[in-house]
């Protein structure tokens, strides 16, 4: 097996992975900093599925330091409470490119992305709530016990800021229905890679290689260790894969936090979207022009929450999707910045958005 067959899989291909033996690959995930698939044993059945992450470390990375950085970020999500895969193994493959780390662990079942895509129009307000219900229970709430004090505070009076954080995605949160739970549906999150702990120099842990560029690490910090940003995020991509659902999504995680008296929470979200939220629907393209001809970086997640708005009110359709998912891929960064064109090419799309 070499560095290239692991890091380049197809659905239907065959791979022997060290300690796991021969298996098939099912399913290749989306993921923009490693490769992720779905594979089978070839001599087990599919109950004996597992998900392999692979993640190419450079020659002068420690592969030992990367696992016990991620042991203690598993951990801790424990420790607090959250819902989190569990019986992970690594495997290491090296070649002269660097070390692929290699993560498996026991498939639970479809992604939350995967599954609000494939509810059919039918499914009903009390299912889709049920879902979110669930997801905030298991992976968002235990995160309550995280926050750090407000800053020149009394240690009691705590903040929204957290001192271990998620990328709070559909994508990395997987389900299944389970009438044993409270609200019928098994949530388990499932991205520890990498992990996001604050490090002993104080400092974030956010992407690897870490981003030094002060904004990107800013908003980098807002929606991974900041329950506000962690649901703006969640919001926003449940929104980019079903965009009628929008408003419906956005009421159920109001509600979860209204009946939880986390007021705090709602509050920074609705001063984050004080001027975006469902009236923007009434905007004419002029109009949404005007609003983002000075955004800036400085405003990526803003870009996200007027385009799930204006979507929201949108009747289905393929060039909405297309719409919605380019987007995204516009506005996403990981340790770099976003450049200008790619700016510029988001808000002239938004104001396309308006007249689709």
């Known amino acids: 097996m070499t560095v290239q067959e692991v890091l380049h899989m197809e659905k239907g291909s065959h791979i022997e992975l060290p300690v796991v033996g021969w298996v098939e690959v099912m399913e290749v995930f989306p993921s923009y900093n490693r490769t992720v698939f779905l594979a089978r044993p070839v001599d087990a059945g599919p109950e004996s599925a597992i998900v392999v992450k692979s993640f190419l470390l450079t020659n002068t990375a420690d592969p030992q330091q ?10 801790k999500l424990r420790s607090y409470g959250v819902r989190v895969v569990h019986n992970i193994q690594f495997i290491q493959s090296h070649g002269d490119e660097g070390t692929v780390l290699i993560q498996t662990e026991k498939y639970v079942g479809p992604n939350l992305d995967q599954w609000i895509q494939k509810l059919s129009p039918a499914a009903g307000v009390g299912e ?14 235990p995160l309550l016990k995280a926050r750090l004090p407000e800053n020149g505070q009394p240690a009691e009076r705590l903040s929204n800021r957290l001192e271990i954080g998620l990328d709070f995605l559909g994508r990395n949160i997987v389900c299944r229905k389970d009438s044993a739970q409270e609200y019928g ?7 520890l890679m990498p992990a996001k702990l604050i490090l002993g120099c104080g400092a974030h842990g956010l992407e ?3 981003p030094q560029d002060p904004q990107v690490r800013k908003l980098g910090i807002f929606r991974h260790y900041n329950l506000a940003g962690l649901l703006i995020a969640f919001w926003c991509h449940l929104t980019k894969h079903r965009p009628e659902w929008g408003q419906l999504f956005f009421k159920a995680i109001n509600r979860f936090l209204k009946n939880r008296e ?24 002029d109009q949404v022009h005007k609003l983002v001809s000075g955004w800036t970086f400085e405003d990526v997640f803003r870009f996200r929450i007027l385009a799930c708005q204006i979507a929201s009110f949108k009747e289905p359709s393929p060039p909405l999707e297309r719409a919605m998912s380019l987007l995204f891929s516009l506005t996403h960064f990981q340790e770099r910045p976003l450049e200008e064109d790619a700016i510029a ?5 938004i104001v396309e958005l308006v007249e689709l």
């Open 128 to 141: 889709i709530q049920n879902i979110i219900e669930s997801v905030l229970t298991s992976c968002f709430l």
């Open 262 to 285: 986390l007021d705090s929470v709602r509050s920074e979200i609705a001063g984050y979207m004080s001027d975006l939220g469902p009236r923007v629907k009434k905007l004419s393209s």
């Open 345 to 349: 090419r988001a808000k002239k799309l």
């Open 66 to 75: 990367f696992i016990t950085t991620i042991q203690g970020y598993f951990d």
């Open 185 to 191: 549906w098994l949530a388990v999150y499932v991205d």
């Open 208 to 210: 690897v290689p870490e």
